[in-house]
């Protein structure tokens, strides 16, 4: 596939309406500054700045689809625990122009 190929393609996905159907992960991002070394172990200590959640995996996909001018709609299972409500309360604020997300107890 040439770049030209890459460049119609991506195109073709603005105002289509994408399924997006898979596994849904809450990703985190830490961010910090090397504090220094553990007493315990070789391992570097690091101070938390800040933590920044999103959708992961499908909704990865999701998230590009929508960049790319589509409109995603989204089928995943979440957990019906703390970290799966995120999921859903990330759901709402998406944008997605749909989603279907079951909640399965024990998850």
Known sequence: ?????????????????V???????LDRFVYGAAAGVSREAPVVTMRQDRVETMLGAVGNVARNVASLGGAPTLAAVAGDDPDGHEVSRALEDSGFAAVDLITAPGR
């Open 19 to 25: 399924l997006c159907v898979g596994d849904l992960i």
């Open 1 to 17: 596939m040439t770049p030209a190929d890459l460049r119609d393609l991506t195109a073709r996905i603005a105002g289509k309406r």
